[in-house]
């Protein structure tokens, strides 16, 4: 899939929704890189493993939502190629620091 200019979102424990604009291959990409740029910003509450992610693309029109636990477990789950398993440990690398 071609890289696309996506929106993560997610709605915190106070109704307040924050987002970011970033671009990625693939869904989970979008919410693992949208996931780690909400956590890195300075908000009270950053989203946990019951947090619901929703990815907008533009291009075309769709909204898809992701949970952090569907995430963790997509970026944990068997890879379909080498290629996408390289993908897989490049973002948890990014989420974990490690």
């Given at each position: 899939?071609?890289?696309?200019?996506?929106?993560?979102?997610?709605?915190?424990?106070r109704?307040?929704?924050?987002?970011?604009q970033?671009t990625?291959?693939?869904?989970?990409?979008a919410?693992?890189?949208?996931?780690?740029?909400?956590?890195?910003?300075?908000?009270?509450?950053?989203?946990?493993?019951?947090?619901?992610?929703?990815?907008?693309?533009?291009?075309?029109?769709?909204?898809?939502?992701?949970?952090?636990?569907?995430l963790?477990?997509?970026?944990?789950g068997?890879?379909?190629?080498?290629?996408?398993?390289?993908?897989?440990?490049?973002?948890?690398?990014?989420?974990?620091?490690?």
């Open positions: 899939m071609a890289d696309r200019t996506c929106i993560v979102s997610f709605t915190d424990t109704g307040i929704t924050h987002s970011v970033l990625a291959g693939s869904l989970f990409e919410a693992a890189l949208g996931l780690r740029q909400l956590r890195s910003s300075d908000w009270n509450d950053p989203p946990g493993q019951a947090s619901v992610l929703e990815i907008s693309v533009a291009d075309p029109p769709m909204k898809h939502t992701v949970t952090v636990q569907q963790s477990r997509w970026l944990n068997a890879s379909q190629s080498p290629r996408e398993s390289m993908k897989k440990i490049e973002l948890r690398k990014l989420l974990t620091g490690k």
